[in-house]
């Protein structure tokens, strides 16, 4: 399969602890970007990558939440001190820069729930 | 800013008949335009997408999207619909970052199919 993949699936995590996920964007795809959905609503943008360069970050993202991509392949997205409005799904997608600059194909994304 | 509405929350439609899903959306210039869907567990996989030209655009398992700009519009139509339509469905804009020029995609809150047999 070569579509976009992240893990964990599912993380259950208590209040205040530290929870990390990670994404791997579909091989020849230079952007990646990281969203939030939580329930009933659609995906809200967190973070954009262009290969290892972070260059949009939404006002979502507090200085709780990092997210890196060092080698411009996998990125990681982590939360600090976990609160209970963190519960969501965290999904992640990537895009070609050779195509139409917004088709992003999307993974399955990590569910995060917080005791 | 620009934003997405999808008025419908909840559609509940028998197999076999037409489907109709609206989207209207705000923006100050030509959008990119572009409605997902999402199944229970999964991610969001793309149906179809508009960027210019004919504005009567073709996507994947028979839907299809007409643009309106008079009317800010970009509905979701199906002539039959199957059982396994059933899902959530995101219209969604691509916008630019105001600073950078870049753009990210800016969801409605989605509309869930129901199919009755």
């Known amino acids: 399969d070569t579509g976009v993949s992240q893990d964990p699936r599912h993380k259950i995590t208590k209040r205040g602890q530290n929870v990390t996920f990670r994404c791997d964007p579909i091989?020849?795809?230079?952007?990646l970007y990281w969203y939030r959905q939580t329930l009933g609503q659609g995906p809200e943008f967190l973070t954009y990558?262009?290969?290892?360069?972070?260059?949009?970050k939404s006002r979502l993202l507090s200085d709780r939440f990092s997210a890196e991509r060092p080698k411009g392949s996998f990125s990681t997205l982590e939360i600090q001190r976990t609160e209970q409005g963190d519960s969501a799904m965290y999904l992640c997608?990537?895009?070609?820069?050779?195509?139409?600059?917004?088709?992003?194909?999307f993974g399955p994304g990590t569910r995060l729930t917080v005791l | 800013a620009q934003s997405v509405t999808q008025p419908d929350i909840h559609i509940t439609v028998s197999e076999g008949a037409s489907l109709e899903l609206r989207c209207n959306y705000s923006?100050?210039?030509?959008?990119?335009l572009f409605w997902y869907v999402q199944s229970p567990g999964q991610g969001l996989q793309l149906l179809l997408k508009?960027?210019?030209?004919?504005?009567l655009v073709q996507g994947i398992k028979g839907f299809e999207a007409e643009f309106k700009r008079s009317q800010s519009s970009f509905n979701l139509r199906k002539p039959s619909v199957h059982w396994s339509d059933a899902a959530e469905y995101f219209c969604?804009?691509?916008?630019?970052?105001?600073?950078?020029?870049?753009?990210?995609?800016?969801f409605g809150s989605g509309t869930r199919l129901q199919v009755q047999p």
């Open positions: 508009y960027f210019s030209g004919d504005t």
């Open positions: 990558f262009q290969n290892e360069a972070q260059l949009e």
């Open positions: 969604a804009v691509g916008a630019l970052f105001k600073d950078t020029g870049r753009r990210a995609l800016t």
């Open positions: 091989s020849e795809h230079n952007r």
């Open positions: 997608a990537s895009s070609s820069q050779q195509g139409p600059e917004n088709e992003q194909f």
């Open positions: 923006y100050g210039a030509t959008p990119y």
